[in-house]
């Protein structure tokens, strides 16, 4: 059963910086590319990162560039978002998604919580 | 690119024939996916490639559309179907969904 654990999220006070992570199972992850998308509270979806299966092709939305950097160890089978210079606009629930079927995301983990606030 | 949704929420009742529009700033060819997210839980994909039907998701769900306009449809709306639909498109390295349509109970 294909399974992806968010981690990581939580309190932190703008400026800050924290690392969420996804554990993923039941499939080839190193065979995958991987998705980050957000949702800020009562709001829609919003696409975050895009990593390639090796790691070496990389995209982010123009809001995270500079702040965020996906990351990914295939051995340890997960995935990275290192959030720095955090925002209150940053506040809300992290996906991870698996492209399972090319350019669509068939498999998502529960979703993680963050918060920016003083 | 913008991805823009009509209408942003409809009331219908069981049973009823319910379509959504997704429309592209620029053309996206089929890289268009449709995505159901129910409250308090992560979205789960409905259609990609904008006609394809995922494994496991009802026949009642399909989706058309190329270019710029594309369009979501459900046959007969069950209970379960209750939730929020967005569009996503894939055609361009940076992903963009829709803002959402809302479908609630007459």
């Known amino acids: 059963e294909v399974q992806l654990v968010e981690s990581g999220g939580g309190l932190v006070q703008p400026g800050g910086s924290l690392r969420l992570s996804c554990a993923a199972s039941?499939?080839?992850?190193?065979?995958?590319?991987m998705n980050w998308v957000r949702q800020a509270p009562g709001k829609g979806l919003e696409w975050v990162s895009y990593?390639?299966?090796?790691?070496?092709?990389?995209y982010y939305a123009d809001s995270v560039k500079g702040r965020f950097t996906v990351s990914r160890d295939n051995a340890k089978n997960s995935l990275y978002l290192q959030m720095n210079s955090l925002r209150a606009e940053d506040t809300g629930v992290y996906y991870c998604?698996?492209?399972?079927?090319?350019?669509?995301?068939?498999?998502w983990g529960q979703g993680t919580r963050v918060t920016v606030s003083s | 690119i913008q991805m823009t949704q009509s209408p942003s929420s409809l009331s219908a009742s069981v049973g009823d024939r319910v379509t959504i529009t997704c429309r592209a700033s620029?053309?996206?060819?089929?890289?268009l996916n449709w995505y159901q997210q129910k409250q308090g839980k992560a979205p789960k994909l409905l259609i990609y490639?904008?006609?394809s039907l995922q494994s496991g998701v009802p026949s009642r769900f399909s989706g058309s559309g190329s270019g710029t306009d594309f369009s979501l449809t459900i046959s007969s709306l069950q209970p379960e179907d209750f939730a929020t639909y967005y569009c996503?498109?894939?055609?361009?390295?940076?992903?963009?969904f829709g803002q959402g349509t809302k479908v609630d109970i007459k």
């Open positions: 998604a698996r492209e399972g079927i090319p350019a669509a995301s068939d498999y």
């Open positions: 039941g499939f080839t992850f190193n065979s995958y590319e």
């Open positions: 990593i390639t299966s090796s790691g070496g092709t990389i």
């Open positions: 620029q053309s996206i060819s089929t890289y």
């Open positions: 490639a904008a006609s």
């Open positions: 996503q498109q894939t055609y361009s390295t940076l992903y963009t």
